[in-house]
């Protein structure tokens, strides 16, 4: 056990991978919509909670470039989901103080969330009590490719280019590596989050779908993170 009177190794960046949440309807009775919900709003507990530990950046996996495949009343939903929160609940993150940034394409994405999203970013840029990066339509897969397009586009000599040219062209090039990844739901995959910031990423799985997820289970992955010795490569 830590002492809790010693200071714990605080991760800089912790990305979320938010699963579980259509299996935690099913498990409970309700429909699919719920369970998203339900998800919608422990995104917002949690980021309090992750931000109150003194965690600076945290990042959520909302919508990957693979879910338009899902059923169109399901993606209209969560579409829907996506709107919400960059309008009538946008208030939850200047209260709060939290910055908002998002990552991924914007190919395909409705103009209204788009402006919606700019928006967001705008009047909360200067929040300092910590960075959100919401992974919508987001593949890390496609990042990378899209980094490279982008420095291409730039006329950076591509013979030469080097891992430190290319990650200025990621998204929110701001947004650090991520000292560890956790899913919730069961599953141990990373299902193409962060690729590239994952690179020396710590991993942590959870059983608990995450509508379960509470300000507790922040403080034991914290914990858990605090115990790793990250040597990366040494």
Known sequence: MIDEHEPKDIPQH?????????????????????????????????????????VPYMSA????????????EEVGKLMGLVLKMFTADLHIFVDNNIRVKVLG?????DEQILREIDHAEEVTQDNTAGTLGLCFN??????????????????EDMSSITPSTLEHYLYAPDM????????SGGDQRISNFMLWRAAYSELVFLDNAWPDMTKEDVSSI???????SRRFGK
Do not use: C, M
Request: proline residues 3%; without cysteine; glycine residues 10%.
């Open 14 to 54: 912790i990305g979320y991978i938010v699963d579980g949440n259509r299996r935690w309807a099913k498990k409970h009775g309700l429909p699919t919509y719920e369970g998203h919900l339900a998800g919608y709003n422990a995104i917002q507990d949690v980021a309090k909670a992750t931000f109150d530990a003194g």
């Open 61 to 72: 996996y909302i919508f990957s470039t693979e879910n338009w495949k899902r059923s169109e």
């Open 105 to 109: 394409s914007r190919e395909g994405v």
């Open 138 to 155: 987001y593949g890390g897969q496609l990042e990378i490719a899209d980094a490279v397009r982008a420095a291409a586009t730039a006329g």
């Open 176 to 183: 650090p590596p991520v000292d560890v990844i956790v899913r």
């Open 222 to 228: 914290i914990d858990t993170y605090s115990k790793r």
